[in-house]
């Protein structure tokens, strides 16, 4: 078989055969051999013959998950968990965190490919800048609807800027856009690299002596990096004008009464944490977006459901990495909207 020849061979050859693409390595395997100076014509073969019982060569899906495995580079944990026949969730996990450690220490070298980044922020910032905005928008008009009903009641209309300031910037905006930034670039990270490497575009950027994790994963995730915290500032002035808006020309509360409440409510505090969680958002939907388009097999099929659980789970990662941040970062009994009586 092709594997057992490349296993055989010694580590620079089976590094060479490695970079190729399986179509390249069925061809070579398939060549014949012709001794110099001698003419060698195949006898004719007899039907039933001792060839019939050869084992095939592995499909091309077999070949490509043993080149993604193999591929120079790869860590031994992740060849233990394929030789192991890991489930796939497992192998993915850790895939994710590999490639996650592999990006850190890539931007701390400054191995970054900035013509790539550059395009990446573009996709990540300004494509994505429309329905993040728009869906604040609404977000902060629905909250001001319950919170000016509720809290007319009780006579407490000046203190709607200040709740609201204190829940668009702690929760909504930074989960709003996590939320938008997993569906609209997420998906697309996890359904490109799936299929680059489906289709053998992966084992090309090796042939060519390029790291594909240096010009494909690193861009993006510095790219989510950099935006998610734009993204969230933008996103929380745009759900606090929309607020503002509404409880002026519906509810007749004048905006200087809401927005001295949210200025008075809000702190740098405040500020840092959204920062802090629209950042670590954006970094885990980038990683785990890549790692899930990394580790795709199993040709249009296998990039649909790639796509499908990268938005998946990396929406879960974001509910779950909230919680910890919230309990971290807002624990215990506040005194915000003290400022507000």
């Given at each position: ?133 728009l869906t604040a928008g609404f977000v902060g008009m629905v909250f001001t609807i ?24 702690r929760e909504l905006t930074p989960v709003v856009t996590a939320i938008i930034l ?160």
């Amino acid at each position: 078989m092709a594997l057992q020849g490349l296993v055989g061979r010694s580590p620079a050859s089976a590094l060479h055969r490695r970079q190729l693409s399986p179509a390249l390595l069925r061809s070579a395997s398939c060549r014949p051999t012709c001794l110099p100076h001698q003419h060698r014509q195949e006898p004719p073969r007899a039907a039933n013959s001792t060839l019939d019982a050869i084992q095939p060569e592995p499909d091309d899906k077999e070949l490509r998950e043993v080149l993604l495995v193999e591929a120079a580079g790869t860590p031994s944990i992740l060849k233990k968990l394929h030789d192991a026949k890991a489930p796939k969730w497992l192998f993915r996990t850790v895939a994710c965190m590999v490639l996650g450690g592999q990006v850190v220490l890539r931007i701390f070298k400054g191995n970054i490919h900035w013509k790539n980044t550059a395009e990446q922020l573009r996709l990540v910032g300004p494509a994505s800048l429309g329905v993040s905005l728009l869906t604040a928008g609404f977000v902060g008009m629905v909250f001001t609807i319950q919170f000016v009903r509720e809290f007319a009641k009780l006579g407490l209309t000046r203190s709607v800027g200040g709740v609201l300031a204190l829940a668009l910037s702690r929760e909504l905006t930074p989960v709003v856009t996590a939320i938008i930034l997993a569906g609209r670039v997420g998906s697309a990270f996890a359904a490109e690299l799936g299929t680059m490497q489906v289709s053998e575009q992966m084992d090309s950027l090796r042939v060519l002596y390029t790291d594909p994790v240096d010009y494909l994963v690193t861009p993006r995730v510095l790219a989510s990096m950099i935006a998610g915290p734009i993204l969230n500032v933008l996103c929380f002035l745009m759900g606090m004008g929309a607020a503002v808006f509404l409880a002026d020309i519906v509810y007749n509360v004048p905006a200087n009464v809401i927005v001295d409440s949210a200025r008075r409510a809000l702190t740098s505090y405040d500020v840092m944490t959204s920062m802090v969680k629209s950042w670590v958002f954006g970094t885990v939907v980038a990683t785990i977006s890549c790692a899930w388009g990394f580790t795709t097999s199993g040709g249009a099929k296998g990039v649909g459901e790639s796509t499908t659980s990268a938005v998946v789970i990396s929406l879960v990662t974001i509910f779950i990495a909230d919680f910890f941040l919230s309990l971290v970062f807002f624990q215990g009994q506040g005194d915000a909207l003290k400022q507000l009586k």
